[in-house]
Structures are given as structure tokens and as C-alpha cells.
T-cell receptor
Framework: GQQLNQSPQSMFIQEGEDVSMNCTSSSIFNTWLWYKQDPGEGPVLLIALYKAGELTSNGRLTAQFGITRKDSFLNISASIPSDVGIYFCAGLTWMDSSYKLIFGSGTRLLVRP | KAGVTQTPRYLIKTRGQQVTLSCSPISGHRSVSWYQQTPGQGLQFLFEYFSETQRNKGNFPGRFSGRQFSNSRSEMNVSTLELGDSALYLC????????????FGPGTRLTVL
């Protein structure tokens, strides 16, 4: 079945550093999404990407929808302590009036002040 | 605008019991999806309801069921609980089915003893 490979699994960085994480798949997706989950909370949508090649920013976050439609990356610039959390990618695909939304396994980000 | 609310936030049950979880979507959202989140399996899609009808379903056994009411509130039921059902159950709402932009609630943490 469809799978998303998200990497890295975890990152421990110094405050102020830039962060990059990505998701790849052997399947094509129509939409890529990036979520952040804080402990004890549900995921919060950060960025949604709808078109191959699309590059979208949300403050210090930038995400891109890969041209092949099989991958996406998320960059965080100048990390701060509140960036700590688990970041999930998700790919949405429509087939025959039904859809699948698949989540990556997450990237745990720790920021050292 | 109030976010997605889930009740209860925490629940402890024993094997063989059944449980009902509740979700109230964002006002105006008619689509509600349910997910199971575990450390080993990540976020897995259970089912989605729209206009009181199940529109999409993941690969979970029949012990997992749900329903949606005319006010878009949704309930999820798990019968004959097993130890492996211990997880964070997340509800997400969106304006239309299969919309990537889903807004998650804080989840219900279910522990099965």
C-alpha cells in the first residue's frame, strides 16, 4: 500500500539553527500537508500544498510540493524553543471518488536554548 | 471560532468493555474524521463521516464503529476492548470530505488494562 517515508526521525539542534525535514513516497499525491503536534495535543496544520512545484511560506516555515508529486520538504529557519514538537507530513490522494490521507511517522524536533 | 472539542480527554477501561468517544467539530464543518495514534503505528485513519453518512473507512476491524448526528457531532465506539486499543484517538473536522485541511481536536487518551 501507499507509504510515506519521513526523515529524519528526530533532530536535536541549537536555537537559531535552520531545520530541514522531508517526506518521500513511491506514490503520487494530489496534496501535501505539514502538521505540528505538541505533547498532549492534536496536530495543528502548518502548511498545505496543492500543486506540484509549489513553494509556500508561513512565517519562518517554508514547504515545497515536489515536482514529481512524490515528495515534499519542510524548512524551519532560525529555530526557537517553541518549535519543539513532532512534525508530520501527510499526503492526500483521490481515486475513484474516494480518497486516502496518509501520515508520515513524524520528525521529533528538540531545540537547545 | 471554537475549535474541535473531544470528550472525555482521558479514559481507562478494562479488556472486554466498550467505550464511546465524542467529537464536536468546528462550527460549520460537516465532515468529521477519526484517527488512532500509537507510538508504533503512528496516525492511522479510522473513518470519516459527512452529512451523517460514512464516506470513507480505514483498515480497522468491525469493533470500531462511528456515527454522526444531524448537528455534525460524531461519536466513535469501540466494542470488546483489547490491550492494543490503547491509543490517542483524534478527531478532525473539515468543511468537505477529503479536504486536506483538517483541524484536529486534542484527542482522547484511552488506556485499556
Amino acid at each position: 500500500g501507499q507509504q510515506l517515508n519521513q526523515s529524519p526521525q528526530s533532530m536535536f539542534i541549537q536555537e537559531g539553527e535552520d531545520v530541514s525535514m522531508n517526506c518521500t513516497s513511491s506514490s503520487i499525491f494530489n496534496t501535501w500537508l505539514w502538521y505540528k503536534q505538541d505533547p498532549g495535543e492534536g496536530p495543528v496544520l502548518l502548511i498545505a500544498l496543492y500543486k506540484a512545484g509549489e513553494l509556500t511560506s508561513n512565517g519562518r516555515l517554508t514547504a515545497q510540493f515536489g515536482i514529481t508529486r512524490k515528495d515534499s520538504f519542510l524548512n524551519i529557519s532560525a529555530s526557537i524553543p517553541s518549535d519543539v514538537g513532532i512534525y508530520f507530513c501527510a499526503g492526500l490522494t483521490w481515486m475513484d471518488s474516494s480518497y486516502k490521507l496518509i501520515f508520515g511517522s513524524g520528525t521529533r524536533l528538540l531545540v537547545r536554548p | 471560532k471554537a475549535g474541535v472539542t473531544q470528550t472525555p480527554r482521558y479514559l481507562i477501561k478494562t479488556r472486554g468493555q466498550q467505550v464511546t468517544l465524542s467529537c464536536s467539530p468546528i462550527s460549520g464543518h460537516r465532515s468529521v474524521s477519526w484517527y488512532q495514534q500509537t507510538p508504533g503505528q503512528g496516525l492511522q485513519f479510522l473513518f470519516e463521516y459527512f452529512s451523517e453518512t460514512q464516506r470513507n473507512k480505514g483498515n480497522f476491524p468491525g469493533r470500531f464503529s462511528g456515527r454522526q448526528f444531524s448537528n455534525s457531532r460524531s461519536e466513535m465506539n469501540v466494542s470488546t476492548l483489547e490491550l492494543g486499543d490503547s491509543a490517542l484517538y483524534l478527531c478532525a473536522s473539515s468543511s468537505t470530505p477529503g479536504a486536506g485541511e483538517q483541524f484536529f481536536g486534542p484527542g482522547t487518551r484511552l488506556t485499556v488494562l
